[in-house]
């Protein structure tokens, strides 16, 4: 079994919390990593089952009392909501740690059901779908090395074919194995679900066709700035009825929308937000798109791989805890794919280059933005496919993208 990075924090958490809620995109590995956790000192029940969720839906207080004082795991725990109020009476009246790990996706009803009635009570834990990290038995280590200009660690290259093909893979477990043409239906399936089954969980829909198109979208859309109106008229619907569904869509973790970085001179800089699909495996494949084509494709290549670096930076971040990540642009066409800052006020900016060659002039809105807008320590990295690192002056350097892994 592949080792999750998630697994630390999840374990941290039951130890400090009297519940967790352990959420994601469907099918990251949700299940499988709370089974992992559910030692001896767990026992674990899923309301996929049906008998299991009948019992939970007569008997909602009966259901979640602990007699043996293990912890209980409930997976798929937004299909009886009316759990979380048992559950609330429960650690209202015993105050120990570690009572519940509840899993699922996560879902509006199901957050403002968690805010209603687990507030301080129930902490939370997001899992992503699997990193090159993780698949490569790395320790998530890329983002504490970076702030420390620490690039001395050896990994095995990566060409920008390579990372193309692991962002046609993406990080879902069960398409690891499969062929290309596997790949496509398991998406394509997998979307139908989400979009007919699932989103049920998150909001009444009542046009399925507009959100589809929102989200075909969004896959062809991936770290590329778009104007809202412009959505709306492609989709036919109105602002109000498209910012639900963006809602809906960021709900089940299909797309993250990554704020503009805030500053000083905060105001004269553009704050849209950037949106990025969870997995490149969704965009490569539900675009019908080809690896080789992609390969010459400049502006496909370019998103595909600003994707991809999102999902393995955001991962790492999510499980220190201490980061957040934004991006940057301004009115006179400046632009960095992404600010790192860490809980200190340290920036690290990260430029994405798909491909292997570099020049002076990769380094300048970096270069830029350090002398006019960074208030602590600034570092500048430009991730590329090559594979050697190089200093383009104090606290700039070219990384090869195969770091990512460590």
């Not at 969980?201 to 198109?213: G, P, S, W």
């Not at 990540?325 to 900016?349: H, M, P, W």
Request: one cysteine or more; glycine letters at 8%; aromatic letters at 10%.
């Amino acid at each position: 079994m592949i080792a999750r990075w998630l697994e630390r924090n999840l374990r941290e958490a039951l130890t400090v919390r009297r519940g967790v809620h352990l959420t994601g995109v469907r099918q990251c590995g949700k299940t499988t990593l709370a089974e992992s956790v559910a030692d001896g000192a767990m026992r674990y029940v899923t309301l996929d089952e049906a008998p299991v969720r009948l019992a939970a839906i007569s008997d909602p207080s009966g259901f979640v009392v602990r007699t043996d004082k293990k912890t209980l795991v409930i997976d798929e725990v937004q299909k009886v909501p009316e759990l979380l109020n048992a559950i609330k009476i429960q650690v209202d009246h015993d105050r120990s740690k570690g009572q519940y790990l509840l899993t699922g996706s996560s879902s509006l009803r199901f957050a403002k059901a968690v805010k209603d009635s687990l507030a301080g009570r129930l902490g939370t834990v997001r899992l992503r779908t699997l990193t090159l990290g993780e698949l490569h038995g790395g320790g998530g280590e890329f983002l504490a090395k970076a702030f420390t200009r620490d690039f001395s660690h050896k990994c095995e290259p990566l060409d920008k074919r390579a990372v193309i093909h692991a962002a046609f893979q993406g990080g879902y477990p069960e398409m690891l194995d499969l062929s290309p043409k596997a790949r496509k239906g398991w998406c394509r399936d997998y979307l139908e679900d989400l979009l007919t089954k699932d989103i049920h969980d998150v909001t009444e829909i009542r046009k399925t066709d507009a959100l589809r198109k929102i989200t075909m979208w969004l896959l062809a859309y991936t770290a590329k700035f778009f104007d809202l109106k412009t959505l709306c008229a492609n989709a036919q619907l109105s602002k109000e009825t498209a910012e639900n569904y963006l809602c809906a869509l960021q709900a089940l973790f299909l797309v993250d929308a990554v704020p503009a970085w805030s500053g000083r001179e905060y105001s004269k800089i553009g704050k849209r937000s950037k949106y990025f699909v969870t997995d490149t495996s969704l965009v490569a494949n539900l675009l019908g798109w080809k690896e080789d084509a992609v390969y010459l494709d400049g502006d496909a290549s370019g998103k595909l791989v600003e994707t991809w670096v999102y999902h393995e930076i955001a991962a790492v971040a999510e499980c220190e805890g201490i980061y957040s990540i934004s991006q940057y642009r301004d009115s006179n066409k400046r632009e960095i794919d992404f600010i790192v800052t860490r809980d200190d006020g340290a920036c690290l900016g990260i430029e994405v280059k798909a491909g292997s060659n570099l020049g002076i002039q990769d380094f300048k809105h970096l270069k830029w933005f350090a002398a006019n807008m960074a208030e602590s320590s600034f570092t500048g990295v430009v991730l590329y496919t090559g594979n050697d690192v190089l200093r383009f002056g104090e606290g700039f350097y070219a990384v090869p993208m195969s770091m990512l892994a460590w």
